[in-house]
């Protein structure tokens, strides 16, 4: 069983829905969490990093972490063409390690 | 700009030819990566470097080498190219190793070994 769990796509979504993508993940002592973006043939992009449970929003995205079901999310409002991208979670069991462990990606097409 | 430059963009290189790739970063990050990303599989590590002039093997380091002389710049060495090593590879750069805020990523080389 893989560390990190993450539905391959592609998911296809209308222009302004709201998206909802997703991680789960087997080890409990994953303390930081991480969302990346990946146009095609570029390289990945920091989103948002998130600290153990809860929520965290940037404008249209938002980061939701619950730890006690090992599950992490990332919500799109508003979802645009523009966002049409692969989308990677990645986390780390504490800091000073150098083990980031990332998801496969979830490919994300927004439907103008 | 501030950022990781990585050279060349694209390679098709013969099986048995050595080969370079580079990794430039100017952030004066400490930590720095190189990942290969095939199809299904993800990112997976190949090497990694804490600090200028420390290495460390990461899940798939066979047949690749790297070196950190300086701060800015890591290069990943395959001594004798693979068809297999046929993969697209991200060097990547943190403030620290396992910095919780994250990685920076490159732009990528795509390698083709026939």
Known sequence: QKEVEQDPGPLSVPEGAIVSLNCTYSNSAFQYFMWYRQYSRKGPELLMYTYSSGNKEDGRFTAQVDKSSKYISLFIRDSQPSDSATYLCAMIPTSGTYKYIFGTGTRLKVLA | ?114
């Not at chain 2, 390679?11 to 990942?35: S, V």
């Not at chain 2, 804490?50 to 710049?73: F, H, I, L, M, Q």
Request: some cysteine; overall charge positive.
């Open chain 2, 1 to 114: 700009i501030a950022g990781i430059t990585q050279a060349p963009t694209s390679q098709i290189l013969a099986a048995g030819r050595r080969m370079t790739l580079r990794c430039t970063q100017d952030m004066r990050h400490n930590a720095m990566y190189w990942y290969r990303q095939d199809l299904g599989l993800g990112l997976r590590l190949i090497h990694y470097s804490n600090t200028a002039g420390t290495t460390g093997k990461g899940e798939v380091p066979d047949g690749y080498s790297v070196s950190r002389a300086n701060t800015d710049d890591f290069p990943l060495t395959l001594a004798s190219a693979v068809p297999s090593q046929t993969s697209v590879y991200f060097c990547a750069s943190s403030r620290s190793s396992g910095e919780p805020l994250g990685q920076f990523f490159g732009p990528g080389t795509r390698l083709t070994v026939l």
